[in-house]
């Protein structure tokens, strides 16, 4: 009988360690799994971006679309290093975010906007 026992033991403590594998497992997401990109919209109407600013997380995309009457563009502010065709009314232009930007029109100046990447 103490033969049976030891036989149930270690059978029971097999069982119970699979069992703990498989909730870990279960549990356990890749760091892709994690964070799924997600689409931003800013709106041009009025000559102004709205919203100005946006906090969004590193990866996403943000998507400009233009209600206004009049032709726009996206250029980064500080150095230039990036610039959309301009795009009229109806029309969109989109970009991955992988920093802090600040932007603006180059058409209209005095429209401004900010992006942070959430920390």
Known sequence: MQTHKSLVS???LILAVL????VVLVGFKSPEDAYKPTRHTVTIFKMKFNPENLVVNKGDTVVWINKDFYQHD???LTSKKWTSKP???GESWS???TEDIKYYCDLHKVMKGNITIAK
């Not at 069992?19 to 498989?22: D, P, Q, R, V």
């Open 87 to 89: 795009f009229n009314q």
């Open 74 to 76: 996206v250029t980064e």
């Open 95 to 97: 970009k991955v975010i």
């Open 19 to 22: 069992i703990s594998f498989l």
């Open 10 to 12: 270690k059978y029971l």
